[in-house]
């Protein structure tokens, strides 16, 4: 249940300087007058419902903050939120359960706006062996899995780099979406110390080359260095809040060798 806790002018306001447009360049983009809108952000005019989703969309506002809008002006929430299990959710569940089947014998897994594991393929079991069972309880969170000195931190060859990469990921989400709960985790990561004799000497020279085109996982494996990039799916146009907040994690070999693990593994013909 999300409440309204602030004036709709404040938020309207905070958004816009979030994103540092000026009262005249989000009125050009709203086509509103930028009197209206100063109006609208002090509190001298109240905003219809067509207004404020209509000033949403060049803020890109998230859905769930866009409920928070329409609460605080005294209007009911349009985005709904529903479990994935649930029947109105049925095909997209479907749809989730097929890619990350779909993706095997790689590793794949859905998160929710907080990095909370919704989901995740048979591939990725294998890679977290020795992680904390206390960082494995549900909900389980897959940054601070990646990073936690208990979790898969001290088995990245290149933790720095990943590190940097992580937190930078997480800051611009911070920035886009004002959750507090995400400034609390990067706040949280941020503090970790690094493993010991952390200096991504080990990171293997392929990796250190992909590195000039997207940031690679190097993960250290009784059956050898595993080398990955990623990528994220989400839905389009969703209007649900669930869905709108999902994203897929994929992770692909970056070379022949951990292609060729990962296989082994999903066959148990991985060399030990």
Known sequence: MITATRPVGDLLRDWRQRRRLSQLDLAMEADVSAR??????????????????????????PLRERNELLLAAGFAPVYPERGLDTPALRQAREAVERILKGHEPYPALAVDRHW???????????LLVGVGKDLLRPPI????L???????????????????????????QVEVSADPVLAALLEELGS?????????????PHGRDLASVVVPLQLRTDHGLLSFFTTTTVFGTPVDLTLAE???????????????????????????
Do not use: C
């Open 36 to 61: 209206h809108l100063s109006f609208l952000e002090t509190g001298r005019a109240r905003p219809s419902r067509e207004m404020l989703l209509r000033l949403a969309e060049p803020l890109e506002i």
């Open 116 to 126: 909370t594991m919704v989901a995740a393929n048979d591939a990725v079991a294998p």
């Open 141 to 144: 969170n897959v940054l601070r």
């Open 146 to 172: 990646s990073l936690h000195p208990k979790g898969l931190a001290p088995r990245i060859a290149n933790y720095a780099q990943w590190r940097d990469h992580v937190l930078e990921r997480l800051r611009r």
């Open 192 to 204: 970790y110390p690094a493993p010991d004799g952390d200096t991504d000497d080990d990171a293997s």
């Open 246 to 272: 999902l994203a897929i994690e994929s992770f692909f070999p970056a070379d022949t060798a951990t292609a060729e693990i990962l296989r082994g593994l999903s066959t148990g013909k991985a060399a030990g």
